[in-house]
């Protein structure tokens, strides 16, 4: 697709985004006992309450309230079951979130002009894309890789920008968004991104609708803080989050995250994307099970 046709839809899509509904009018819609927020489980989260084959599991998470899942390996599944999920997601009225298309943290990829890193670029990307058309899937994640500490970080980051304008030309035909994702460099040392305003300056260099960030709010809460002002400033450029409290990387009221008031601003702000709630429990079993789920209707009833 011509990438003047392509922005041009994108930015009447933006200019849709102000008939949203309010977030009144949105919670309305919502059927009784469902969470209010698309938080989604992966498919082994509640491993004695959702129980089964994947359709059963998706099933029991439908029944426990939730409206949306998210399974990081789904690429790596067979397209018989990837079509199994997605016709059930549809049967719930459920969300996926993103699958990783592309997170090798070993590898200095993005951040090179490699040919061979290019050429393995797109195999992973058409096969993201195919992998999307068949769970009917809006996001794939990507994470650039290791920096070079051999090369300017300016010239690594042009690198990154111009490689992921590759990816966004393979994604645009098909309309599938990849979300770039900074991790901490305490959990994870030696990656290229980091940063909200990092990625939101790259994402805003690319050009692309799609090309956004998914805001993993654990992560940012290491490595900057000041999580609801970076999710404003960064607004435009974020597609999805991801859930863990600090420290410990468990269930949200464990650590010092407030997510009660997350939660409520990106009501107010009328969110209807996913929340994948990427993170452990504090306890062991069905009480751990049961303290999870607890736990996110406490932080959703704010």
Request: charged residues 25%.
């Amino acid at each position: 697709m011509d990438r003047r046709i392509f922005l041009a839809t994108g930015l009447a899509a933006g200019a849709a985004a102000a008939s949203i509904p309010s977030s009144s009018e949105a919670q309305s819609q919502i059927p009784p006992g469902k969470f209010r927020l698309k938080y989604a489980p992966h498919f082994g989260m509640f491993p004695t309450m959702a129980r089964g084959s994947l359709v059963d599991k998706i099933k029991a998470l439908s029944g426990l309230g939730f409206r949306a899942i998210f399974d990081n390996g789904l690429m790596g599944k067979s397209a018989q079951d990837q079509q199994a999920i997605a016709r059930e997601l549809q049967e719930q009225k459920m969300d996926l979130g993103p699958f990783v298309a592309y997170a090798d943290f070993k590898v200095a990829s993005f951040v090179t002009r490699d040919k061979e890193i290019r050429d393995m670029l797109k195999k992973r990307m058409v096969q993201a894309v195919e992998t999307a058309k068949r769970t009917n899937a809006e996001w794939a994640l990507v994470v650039p890789g290791r920096y070079d500490q051999r090369l300017e970080w300016d010239y690594q980051t042009a690198n990154v920008i111009d490689n992921l304008k590759f990816c966004t030309d393979i994604f645009e035909a098909s309309g599938i968004i990849m979300v770039l994702e900074p991790l901490n460099p305490w959990d994870h040392p030696g990656l290229f991104l980091t940063k909200i305003p990092q990625a939101y300056n790259i994402c805003r260099a690319v050009n692309s609708p799609c090309c956004k960030i998914v805001d993993d709010l654990y992560h940012q809460q290491i490595t900057e803080g000041n999580l609801i002002p970076n999710i404003n400033r960064a607004w435009d450029q974020i597609a999805s989050f991801h859930i863990g409290d600090n420290p410990g990387r468990k269930e949200p009221t464990t650590g010092e995250i407030n997510y009660r008031n997350i939660f409520k601003h990106l009501r107010e702000k009328s969110y209807q994307g996913v929340l994948c709630m990427e993170h452990g429990r504090s306890q062991s079993g069905k009480k751990g099970e049961q303290a999870l789920l607890q736990a996110y209707r406490y932080c959703d009833d704010s």
